[in-house]
């Protein structure tokens, strides 16, 4: 039976010293794929859960890293943890990374799992998956290390990232976060601050150097300032000092160019070199730090976030491989105040209004009016607006005004900073007067005039606005924005005018002079739109049928005639259609659109004003009828068969052409249109009208003679709604 580990050692012996850093540069990785795959810590993924709840498997973290099963102990290297991630993919993020870890240190793997398990077995959790007779020592020596906080912990995690990229301050400072009582805890991290201190130390003294040389030997202080900058990247003294070596001196063009841009932002530029990439910093109160993005073989640069308020400059250093490999390209010192943005002046009737965008640290801005001309009686207006981004001067005459708007920024000190300011120039002009009253006359057979009160010396126009967005009486407008005007409505014409189409919905006027224009009020209108495409098609009994396509926008259609008149609604039409009783004679009828009429508009006390139009034609033809019937004799067994179609035509106008006859043939069923089957014969309108009886002989078929068949005739032209077609009994157009 296995024994207990160190059972004959002692817990000082067995255990050694404990880790209370994981020292691996993945560890935030893995800490990430942990939480994503729901793990307490990384050695969970070593052994399946069923296993491991049942106690078949576990895993050995104090003698090297083992996976331990009843038959068999086998230690956990970078092959088994690869092949590991192929078998389980939900956890194969972690053990990669796990693998990698092991791959760089084969010991680091233990110190990781060590370091997690340790605050979890503080904590008395159960379950891990953990060998039972390492679970009892684990538990008890977490209780006598010292405990981390959540500000050590992170102090403790960041030591491997820190150290591998060469900040060597910042490591410093974690160090110092974590304390002696833990350094004394963790040989390794002992270790790690000894090495650490002779770097620095180091770094001190070649800083002192290179300083003192700064004034005599700047190539010896450079080379002492980089020397520093390989061994601690984060040094910020021996940036500073570099960034003091290319300073320019005042009164001369800085090497690199500072100069504020929209959005309260810096845009930077500088001489490209051909290969060199450039790491760009803002240098300021506080330690100099990176600008975000201006990395690479660019020569331009934008800082988006500048401290607001401050004197800052900016470095361009050369690097190679991350490090610095000269003296950097300085700019001079800006103070960082950015102008409102987006200003625009708009004028009115005695007044000019001022719009702008406050920047996001400005804490008020300051306007400035300056009147007409530039003498001592120039007007100057001033107003402060602390959060509004807009302000309007009022009772201004009309001339040329010029505006600065200075932006006000608070300062570190405690007091305000001013920006440059920005200059506008704008003009109060003169403005038309407005309309005071509008109205619609409709005729009283058709069209509509407009007229009203108002807007003396001005040009009024009618327009319509989209659906609800017209504004209200007085508002101020451009010339340029407003629609186009409205061609069949004109304000002030004595005669009556209607639109081509159909029109519902509000008329608006506007007063306009020059480029400046008050909009007015408005009146709705109701404007049915003309009947379409009237004919007439005669039927049975006198009845004349008024076919048209149905007029946009009206509420009904009123049929006037020599005797008689008729409205219909339009789901009467579509329904039943419109028959009038107009006789065999030729007749003439007027169909006259009607608007829905005077009715409340939106809810509001405002009316809609229909506005007739003029009445359409229709010349109804008198009647022609064309008759026809099968001519047939008897074939065989009482069958009787078609042989020929007498034809005759009556009351047709001779100077109006018949359409012409076509007979269908089709089997089985009776044909429904002129296309429904196969034509047999046909006679034009000419023949139809040359006598009004005639017989035409079937032209013969083979498929005459093999019934059940059916045959029908049709009329065909544009005079075929003009003429009725009597047809025979319908069961003698069937042949069985």
Known sequence: MRRGFGERLGLPGALGPLPLAPLAREYKELMESQLTAGLRYAGEALTDPQEAASGDAFVSVLDGVTLCTPRRRRLVDEAALLSLADARPAHAPVLRLLAGIRRHDPALLRRVLLYQLLPLLRQGATGLGLDPAELGLLAKAARTLPVLDDHRRTAAEALAPLWSRRRLRACAHALAALGPDVLRADPRLADLDARLRRVLDDCDRTLASAAAAAGTDPARAEAGYLRVLSAASDDDEAVRGLIRLGTPPAGTDAPLAARPADGGRVALSWPGRTGVHWRVLRDGPGRPGPVPGATGTASTATDTDPPVGLRVRYAAFPVRDGRPTGVPLVSHPLLVAPDAEEPALDDGPGRIAVRWRRPRTATATVLTLTGPGTGPGAASLHHTADHAGTHVFTGLEPGAYTLLLTARHPSPDGGTVDSPGVRLTGTVHAWPRPLTALTAEPGPEDGVRFTGRGGEGSEVRLVTWPEGTAPAPGTELRTAELPAPLPWARYGDPGRTTPHEAFAGLVSAVTVLGERALAGPGVRLDVPGPVGAPRAVREAGGQVRLLFDWPAGAGAVHAAWDGGELRTSRSRYVREGLRLPLGPGPRHVTLRPLAPGSRPADGTAATVVGVPRAP?????????????????????????????????????????????????????????????????????GAALAAAPLQTRELPPAPDLSRPPYALRAFLLGDAAGAVRLEEPALTTLVVR
């Open 616 to 684: 359409v034609g229709v010349d109804v033809p008198p009647e022609a009828v064309v008759r026809y019937r099968l001519l047939t004799r008897r074939r065989g067994l009482g069958r009787r068969a078609p042989y020929a179609v007498e034809v005759g035509a009556h009351g047709h106008d001779p100077a109006v052409p018949l359409p012409d006859l076509v007979l269908v043939h089709r089997d089985s069923v009776r044909p429904r249109h002129p296309e429904d089957g196969t034509v047999l014969l046909r006679i034009d």
